[in-house]
């Protein structure tokens, strides 16, 4: 199973530095192109089902990969972004004296009511994934019927947000929570991870900007590859 892990394209508060949180911002026009070129890229991936954050910059994202594969796009709340309380719709700069960014940084179980802690985001995005996991391997061992659209596949696409993904990347590189940021998950990019029953679990691609390389994705039956950071 491979998991087509993208991020939303830009907006309008992504360019001006604001913390989005769970708020419905759209695409800007440079974002549109974005996720087109994500979508163009992804067009001859054999792709069986999308999930989306609720939000509506993921799903404008989500639906422009879905439309080429004939597929609906299924609204996930796991995959929503970090809920975020009084700091939403700040800049960095407006909120860097507040005395809970440190901890924030630091600590991913700390509880404050500007933010949702690293270990809930933990917590959902990954259990999601490990009951995509758990269905797949019911339905490849005859116990469910795979015929609905919408169902986990072979290649399936979660469309998330910046902090969800890197979060769920690290779990799957046997990182450390508190060291999730050091992952770089540009807007419009797209990770793949990988499940083999031979070679376990894997990173193949990370951060992939679709502009500069489609042949980077290659099908779940390929021998295993160097991790791929862009």
């Known amino acids: 199973m491979d998991l087509i892990l993208v991020r939303h ?29 994500v979508a163009q890229a992804l067009s001859d991936v054999p792709v069986g089902a ?12 989500a639906e422009a990969i879905a439309r080429l594969h004939h597929l609906p796009v299924v609204a ?23 005395p809970d960014v440190a901890r924030y940084l630091a600590d991913p179980t700390h509880i404050s009511d500007a933010f949702e802690p690293g270990t809930a985001v933990h917590e959902r995005v990954v259990g999601f ?5 758990e269905h797949l391997r019911l339905r490849l061992h005859g116990r469910l019927r795979g015929d609905v659209r919408g169902e986990p596949d072979d290649t399936t696409v979660l ?12 779990h799957f590189l046997s990182m450390p ?3 999730y940021r050091r992952l770089e998950v540009a807007p419009a990019s797209v990770s793949v991870v990988r499940f083999d029953e031979t070679f376990g679990t894997r990173v193949v691609l990370l951060n992939w900007r679709p ?3 489609r042949d980077q994705l ?12 862009a």
């Open 177 to 179: 929570l508190a060291s």
């Open 211 to 213: 502009q500069r390389d």
């Open 76 to 98: 996930e709340p796991a995959l929503a972004e970090v809920w975020l309380g009084r700091w939403l719709g700040l800049t960095w700069n407006e909120v860097r004296k507040d």
């Open 9 to 37: 394209g830009l907006t309008d508060w992504n360019e001006q530095g604001r913390l989005m949180g769970r708020s419905d911002i759209e695409l800007n026009t440079r974002g549109r192109a974005q996720v087109e070129a």
């Open 159 to 170: 469309v998330s947000h910046g902090d969800p993904l890197r979060i769920l990347l690290a």
């Open 50 to 61: 999308v999930f989306a954050s609720p939000q509506r910059r993921t799903q404008q994202t």
């Open 218 to 229: 290659r099908p779940s039956t390929a021998r295993p590859g160097p991790l791929l950071v």
């Open 129 to 133: 994934v490990e009951r995509l996991r």
